[in-house]
């Protein structure tokens, strides 16, 4: 069975441009959650979709976005990037069902290495 | 948010067991605990979770206090391929899902 996959694996913009990574879910899995890691926060969640639907948001600024499609792969896009925006992010999948998050173990993608300069 | 601590640090010899402390004592009853582990240039792994029970699997075993305020990974023989970042959290629907720093485990031979 394929793990998640994460596109592209590096990445490099400048400050106010914006940018698109691209999540795959592994096969049979409907939630998606995204992360960014840095060394000074650690790793901090975006938000996750289940369906299509955003179901949970964490404490990032409107400039973070994402959506899924009908496959339950996922997209997350920076608009308007800034320098602290450089970091790792990291998109997991999971069995959940509509019930519920955190039942399920969740499992990561190798993450996107974002640098703004 | 519910919240954990951990400690930064700790260190363990090969082959002994390491006992992982994590206290959330604002956890609620629907909380489930999980704890992940990532490797140095790795997304993080899934170790074991757990919401009122102790639970075992073949990495590790995770002890939960009677009042899950804390919990404990526990690994029963530590080896090198065990040195990493661990991290607890708390999985419910609505929360903000921040992993922190978590521990650094330091296995030495």
């Known amino acids: 069975k394929a793990g998640v996959t994460q596109t592209p694996r590096y990445l490099i913009k400048t400050r106010g441009q914006q940018v698109t990574l691209s999540c795959s879910p592994i096969s049979g899995h409907r939630s998606v959650s995204w992360y960014q890691q840095t060394p000074g926060q650690g790793l901090q969640f975006l938000f996750e979709?289940?369906?299509?639907?955003?179901?949970n948001k964490g404490n990032f600024p409107g400039r973070f976005s994402g959506r899924q499609f009908s496959n339950s792969r996922s997209e997350m896009n920076v608009s308007t990037l800034e320098l602290g925006d450089s970091a790792l992010y990291l998109c997991?999948?999971?069995?959940?069902?509509?019930?519920?998050?955190?039942?399920?173990?969740?499992?990561f993608g190798p993450g996107t290495r974002l640098t703004v300069l | 948010d519910a919240k954990t601590t951990q400690p930064n640090s700790m260190e363990s010899n090969e082959e002994e067991p390491v006992h992982l402390p994590c206290n959330h004592s604002?956890?609620?009853?629907?909380?489930?605990i999980h704890w992940y582990r990532q490797l140095p240039s790795q997304g993080p792994e899934y170790v074991i979770h757990?919401?009122?029970s102790n639970v075992n699997n073949r990495m590790a075993s995770l002890a939960i206090a009677e009042d899950r305020k804390s919990s404990t990974l526990i690994l029963h023989r530590a080896t090198l391929r065990d040195a990493a970042v661990y991290y607890c959290i708390l999985l419910n629907s609505g929360y903000a899902l921040n992993f922190g720093k978590g521990t650094s485990l330091l296995v030495t031979p």
């Open positions: 604002t956890i609620s009853g629907t909380d489930y």
């Open positions: 757990g919401l009122t």
């Open positions: 979709y289940f369906s299509e639907t955003q179901r």
């Open positions: 997991a999948s999971s069995l959940e069902t509509s019930g519920g998050f955190g039942y399920n173990e969740q499992f």
